[in-house]
């Protein structure tokens, strides 16, 4: 079981360990030069954006769902928790080209909030 969970971690952090090795290849001022062009600046900003929007919203709701299987008489109250936790079962891209492909004009940005 132990072997199972360090090559799973292995598997894991190869990657990194190659980004990291490849990113230091030309040295620590290439690194600080590629880190601060605009265009790495404009997407870190983007990401970081998209992540605040995400985790507000994602609050918002889990909670308002919570506390409506929780607290009040539902109809359908087992439903709604099948619901709820599906998002944790089904992968992510998976859903994401599913929405796309039912609604074309969420593919971007707004798509993603």
Known sequence: MRSAAVVATAAATLPLVYLVVR????????VKATLVRPHTVDLTVRSLELAAIVTALTV?????LAWLVTRTD??????????AGLPLALPSFVAAWSWIGFRPELAGRSGAV
């Open 23 to 30: 990113a230091t290849e030309r040295g620590w001022p290439g």
């Open 60 to 64: 918002v709701i889990g909670v308002a």
């Open 74 to 83: 539902l109809p359908l109250r087992r439903g709604v928790q099948v619901a």
